[in-house]
């Protein structure tokens, strides 16, 4: 079993999520204690794909964060490093134009996609700010990105209470249900390095995105990010 460790190397991140693979829905399920749901209804929003636009869900994993821009009408593209998850994903939507690729050598050609998506991905990727360059790129002129990423809370009482459910709670409970529990160590430590939603803002800034702006989710348990290229 594979476990990443913070230099995030992309073999170990992609071989820790190909052992996740078959469980990996249900165990976010459980460790969100129901959330996730509720944050890919509002990603859902923020994207606000309509029929026929094209949309780039990076690092969609089983794609499970990118069937309700299907559902509108739009024709979404899941693009992920990990074969374990992109086979799980292909068992179970077989429709969808699953296609492997790195978010920091994305295999599409410049100004494709009306909105590009990353849900709970960009924080996996060793070069962030290559991979916000990438998703630029592929975007056309007047397009947006939305990116949903865990965060820091805001309320301090409520941040010193999650940060004990991170490193105390969420191990064990990942022993329960998961088959490779190492990952959620993983993502415990990876939560608490990641930037925060100021942070992040700066960096999206920096890779050209224009109009950056930010939504807390359960208190800043998760923020979405947009930006727009001009
Ligand atoms: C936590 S999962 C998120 C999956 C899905 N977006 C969701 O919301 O359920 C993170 C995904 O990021 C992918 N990933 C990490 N680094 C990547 C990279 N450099 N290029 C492409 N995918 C990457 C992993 O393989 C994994 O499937």
Known sequence: MTRASLEKQPHEVAS?????????????????????????????????????????????????????????????????????????????????PFTAGDATKLPFRDETFDAVTISFGLRNVQATEQALRELYRVTKPGGRVVICEFSQPTWAPFRTVYTEYLMRALPPVARAVSSNPDAYVYLAESIRAWPDQAGLAGLLRKAGWSDVAWRNLTGGVVALHRGVRR
């Open 16 to 96: 820790m999520f190909d052992d996740v693979a078959a469980k990996y829905d249900i165990t976010n399920d459980v460790l969100s204690l129901g959330q996730a749901r509720l944050w890919r209804k509002e990603v859902a929003k923020a994207v606000h794909a309509r029929p026929a636009e094209k949309i780039l869900d990076l690092a969609a994993g089983t794609a499970t964060s990118s069937l309700p821009f299907a559902a509108t009408g739009a024709y979404v593209v899941p693009c992920d490093f990990s074969i374990g998850m992109l086979r799980e994903g292909k068992k179970r939507h077989s429709w969808l």
